[in-house]
Protein backbone atom coordinates (compact mmCIF):
# COMPACT_ATOMS: atom_id res chain seq x y z
CA UNK A 1 0.00 0.00 0.00
CA UNK A 2 2.91 2.30 1.02
CA UNK A 3 4.53 1.85 -2.87
CA UNK A 4 0.93 2.42 -3.97
CA UNK A 5 1.17 5.36 -2.51
CA UNK A 6 4.35 6.60 -2.93
CA UNK A 7 3.70 6.16 -6.82
CA UNK A 8 0.34 8.26 -6.99
CA UNK A 9 2.21 10.39 -5.24
CA UNK A 10 4.72 10.58 -8.05
CA UNK A 11 2.12 10.35 -10.43
CA UNK A 12 0.62 13.49 -8.97
CA UNK A 13 3.66 15.29 -9.35
CA UNK A 14 4.64 14.45 -12.65
CA UNK A 15 1.23 15.34 -13.97
CA UNK A 16 1.58 18.72 -11.74
CA UNK A 17 5.07 19.37 -13.35
CA UNK A 18 3.10 18.57 -16.85
CA UNK A 19 0.84 20.91 -16.10
CA UNK A 20 2.93 23.18 -14.67
CA UNK A 21 4.67 23.15 -18.16
CA UNK A 22 1.73 23.60 -20.35
CA UNK A 23 0.98 26.29 -18.73
CA UNK A 24 4.09 28.31 -18.80
CA UNK A 25 3.79 27.19 -22.80
CA UNK A 26 0.77 28.86 -23.01
CA UNK A 27 1.66 31.94 -21.05
CA UNK A 28 4.62 32.22 -23.23
CA UNK A 29 1.97 31.97 -26.34
CA UNK A 30 -0.52 34.49 -24.80
CA UNK A 31 2.26 36.67 -24.47
CA UNK A 32 3.78 36.51 -27.71
CA UNK A 33 0.29 37.24 -29.49
CA UNK A 34 -0.19 40.15 -26.86
CA UNK A 35 2.93 41.58 -28.12
CA UNK A 36 1.97 41.01 -31.68
CA UNK A 37 -1.55 42.23 -31.10
CA UNK A 38 0.39 45.51 -30.08
CA UNK A 39 2.52 46.15 -31.97
CA UNK A 40 -0.10 45.80 -35.06
CA UNK A 41 -2.11 48.36 -32.87
CA UNK A 42 0.80 50.60 -32.95
CA UNK A 43 1.52 50.32 -36.71
CA UNK A 44 -1.98 50.63 -37.67
CA UNK A 45 -2.40 53.77 -34.74
CA UNK A 46 0.46 55.53 -36.75
CA UNK A 47 -0.61 54.88 -40.02
CA UNK A 48 -3.70 56.16 -39.28
CA UNK A 49 -2.29 59.21 -37.48
CA UNK A 50 -0.53 59.59 -40.94
CA UNK A 51 -2.98 60.10 -43.09
CA UNK A 52 -5.14 62.12 -40.73
CA UNK A 53 -1.79 64.49 -40.69
CA UNK A 54 -1.36 64.62 -44.45
CA UNK A 55 -5.55 65.41 -44.43
CA UNK A 56 -5.05 68.04 -42.10
CA UNK A 57 -2.36 69.35 -44.12
CA UNK A 58 -3.89 69.34 -46.98
CA UNK A 59 -6.63 71.33 -45.29
CA UNK A 60 -4.61 73.54 -44.35
CA UNK A 61 -2.85 74.53 -47.89
CA UNK A 62 -6.36 74.90 -49.69
CA UNK A 63 -7.19 77.59 -46.37
CA UNK A 64 -4.23 78.93 -46.80
CA UNK A 65 -4.19 79.04 -50.98
CA UNK A 66 -7.83 80.64 -50.82
CA UNK A 67 -6.75 83.28 -48.31
CA UNK A 68 -3.85 84.33 -50.27
CA UNK A 69 -5.97 84.19 -53.74
CA UNK A 70 -8.89 86.10 -52.12
CA UNK A 71 -5.90 88.76 -50.42
CA UNK A 72 -4.15 88.93 -53.49
CA UNK A 73 -7.79 89.87 -55.42
CA UNK A 74 -8.57 92.51 -52.71
CA UNK A 75 -4.71 93.87 -53.49
CA UNK A 76 -5.24 93.66 -57.30
CA UNK A 77 -8.74 95.44 -56.43
CA UNK A 78 -6.83 98.30 -54.70
CA UNK A 79 -3.98 98.68 -56.51
CA UNK A 80 -6.67 99.79 -59.84
CA UNK A 81 -8.68 101.84 -57.66
CA UNK A 82 -4.84 103.52 -56.83
CA UNK A 83 -4.29 103.36 -60.42
CA UNK A 84 -7.61 104.90 -61.85
CA UNK A 85 -7.33 107.69 -58.79
CA UNK A 86 -3.36 108.62 -59.70
CA UNK A 87 -4.80 108.79 -63.90
CA UNK A 88 -7.17 111.12 -62.77
CA UNK A 89 -5.55 113.05 -60.54
CA UNK A 90 -2.29 112.97 -63.88
CA UNK A 91 -5.37 114.06 -66.19
CA UNK A 92 -6.27 117.11 -64.03
CA UNK A 93 -2.49 118.00 -63.53
CA UNK A 94 -2.10 117.92 -67.45
CA UNK A 95 -5.05 120.35 -68.04
CA UNK A 96 -3.40 122.70 -65.71
CA UNK A 97 -0.34 122.97 -67.01
CA UNK A 98 -1.52 123.17 -70.46
CA UNK A 99 -4.20 126.14 -69.11
CA UNK A 100 -0.61 127.49 -67.70
CA UNK A 101 1.06 127.28 -70.87
CA UNK A 102 -1.80 128.88 -72.95
CA UNK A 103 -1.77 131.85 -70.54
CA UNK A 104 1.92 132.19 -70.20
CA UNK A 105 1.29 132.68 -74.47
CA UNK A 106 -1.22 134.43 -74.54
CA UNK A 107 0.24 137.14 -72.04
Known amino acids: MALEAVEAVSRAEDQAKEIIAQAQSEAKSILAEAERAGREAME ?20 GKAQGDKALA ?12 AQGRMDAVAARIVERIKGVGAG
Not at 74 to 85: D, N, W
Request: aromatic share 0%; charged share 25%.
Open 44 to 63: AAKVQAQAECREKLAQAEAA
Open 74 to 85: QAQQEAQALRQA
